[in-house]
């Protein structure tokens, strides 16, 4: 989820991929969610599995390294195949955790957590 300029929410499904304790995702050069991020990097990602949520808080940057997007590319393909990660179709982000909450359902009272990152 990301925040328009009226400050209204827009939340939707992206792909994406874990690596090294952080989330990268790319979007289209114009969408609603590259505008958005342009103008305000907090964001917030969820699992698709309620039942076994994971919600992270963060701040998302856009990825210009190419040596670091060399090293993200194998893992994006190797979940999305046929699908690459490529710069060319709109930009790549990296999210930076700063909360992340995480519950599973059936055991809600005993599981349900909160980490807290820094830097």
């Keep these: 989820m990301t925040v328009r300029p009226d400050r209204t929410p827009h939340c939707m499904p992206i792909w994406g991929v874990w690596v090294d ?3 990268y995702f790319s979007t289209g050069a114009k969408s609603r969610k590259a505008k958005n991020l342009a103008k305000n990097r907090h964001c917030v990602l969820c699992t698709e599995k309620a039942h076994e949520a994971v919600i992270v808080e963060g701040t998302a940057t856009a990825v ?3 040596k670091l997007l060399t090293s993200i590319a194998p893992h994006y393909h190797r979940k999305y195949k046929p699908w690459k990660l490529d710069p060319k179709m709109g ?3 990296e999210v930076r955790p700063s909360v ?6 059936k055991e809600f009272a005993e599981t349900a957590t909160k980490w807290e990152f820094r830097g």
Excluded: L
């Excluded at 992340?100 to 359902?105: D, N, P, Q, S």
């Design 64 to 66: 210009r390294d190419k």
């Design 21 to 23: 304790s952080r989330f």
């Design 100 to 105: 992340v909450f995480a519950m599973y359902e």
């Design 91 to 93: 930009p790549i982000f």
